[in-house]
């Protein structure tokens, strides 16, 4: 009796205890920034956790997303998903939306069912600084110009991270176009796509040349450039 | 030998108070969201735009509000006869969302995000054309609609209350909470239109 009494008194104390945790549990999911994503991965980009844009089919991947769900359930991490169907009248799914701690997940198919391209988004979006520091510095960093628009991305072998497109600092008398504080920019998404390597980008640039305010002549883009006007390579 | 156990449940009872207390960090006392104030000595016209922006990020009270969204595929190419458009998009969208009166809460805070110079209007010489592909409406039931943003003007410009601006993604990233996965995943593909 005199027990009972005690693990009565002991689990009410438990069950205030961690009600009254709750907020601090759901401030540290708000600001997580999901690196092990990237940190944890079990291939090389493009791959992604065994994905591979380009050969992945569907019931391989839906394999893969359905244990990659139970890994992380039992290290404590939740993980949901949900199919997202061509359409009402076709039977094929047109991409896999995946929900993670500070982060959602598009797997995108093509029409024959093969993984086509991976986006990681990062709901916090942590700065491009923040970004390099926690998971690494990019290779380089390769521009897109699109009508004045520099479309900026953090090359990593097999992987590209997207920034924010920010209005386009146009200098009309020199012709130049600048980036500055190009390490405070926000993260967009991460992106693995199955295309060759060795892109060519319109303008690139060593990740220390960004520590300082770059110009650009978009009239002196690389001539080998892959950069389709407003679509990047 | 008899226990006497009223000690042991009062240092449990205490241990536990203790650490209920100080375990946790104590949620911060909610305080009222304060008032976005607008900055003024604008262009008119870009004024205007910041006005409903912040009046939008002001909302307090959210019954008889709501927000429709109505969008087309940003993959599929349409003939240039078929031009949507804004009457057409929202007669026959290729997919629709509709938010109202409390499920809006705290959707609308990154309206105060927006600031005048993140506008810069297109000159009326430069619009050329529009065709209609995404169309998201914040109405009041007493206001009627009080922000508009529709894409798009020249196939790469935005048009936030019938103004042409130049496409800026902050006035994406604002919108992306009242928009579900599939809006969300729309809203990227048309991001690379600009």
Not at chain 1, 110 to 137: G, M, Q
Not at chain 2, 89 to 110: A, C, H, Q, R, S
């Amino acid at each position: 009796m005199k027990k009972l009494s005690i693990l009565i008194l002991l689990t009410f104390g438990l069950l205030l205890l961690f009600s009254g945790c709750k907020n601090e549990q759901l401030d540290i999911e708000q600001n997580l920034q999901p690196y092990y994503l990237l940190t944890e991965n079990t291939c090389s980009f493009p791959c992604w956790m065994g994905i591979t844009p380009g050969e992945t089919s569907y019931p391989e991947l839906k394999e893969i997303i359905d244990q990659l769900v139970q890994d992380y359930a039992e290290k404590g991490v939740a993980i949901t998903y949900i199919e997202e169907p061509f359409s009402k009248h076709i039977d094929q799914i047109l991409y896999i939306y995946a929900e993670m701690p500070g982060s959602e997940v598009y797997i995108i198919l093509d029409s024959i069912n093969i993984v086509k391209e991976i986006k990681i988004i990062f709901l916090n979006t942590p700065t491009v600084a923040e970004f390099a520091e926690n998971y690494k510095a990019p290779d380089n960093i390769g521009i897109c110009m699109a009508h004045r628009y520099a479309h900026t991305n953090l090359v990593y072998d097999g992987a590209r991270v997207l920034t924010k497109k920010e209005l386009p600092n146009y200098d009309a008398e020199t012709g130049l176009i600048s980036i500055e504080d190009f390490y405070l920019n926000r993260v967009d998404e991460v992106q693995l796509r199955a295309v060759p390597q060795n892109k060519h980008y319109d303008f690139t640039f060593d990740w220390e040349d960004m520590a300082q305010t770059v110009f650009i002549d978009i009239n002196n883009t690389d001539p080998n450039s892959d950069c389709l006007g407003r679509f990047q390579p | 030998m008899k226990t006497n156990t009223k000690p042991i449940k009062l240092i449990l009872v205490l241990a536990l108070t203790f650490s209920l207390l100080n375990g946790c960090v104590k949620p911060e006392p909610v305080a009222p969201k304060p008032t976005v104030q607008v900055p003024t000595d604008q262009d008119p016209v870009k004024q205007r735009i910041l006005d409903a922006v912040f009046k939008v990020a002001n909302i307090r009270d959210f019954e008889g509000l709501s927000v429709s969204v109505y969008w087309m595929d940003p993959y599929v190419i349409m003939e240039l006869e078929h031009l949507y458009k804004l009457e057409d998009l929202i007669k026959k969208p290729d997919k629709f969302i509709k938010l109202e009166g409390d499920e809006l809460e705290g959707k609308l805070d990154l309206f105060a995000q927006i600031k005048a110079e993140d506008i810069e209007l297109v000159p009326p010489d430069y619009i050329r054309t529009e065709i209609h592909r995404f169309y998201l409406v914040i109405e009041s039931a007493e206001e009627g609609k009080l922000y508009e943003f529709l894409l798009w003007g020249n196939y790469k410009n935005f048009i936030v209350n019938g103004t042409h601006i130049r496409p800026n993604q902050k006035f994406l990233d604002i919108i992306m909470p009242l928009l579900n996965y599939d809006a969300r995943l729309d809203i990227r593909g048309y991001s690379e239109w600009f």
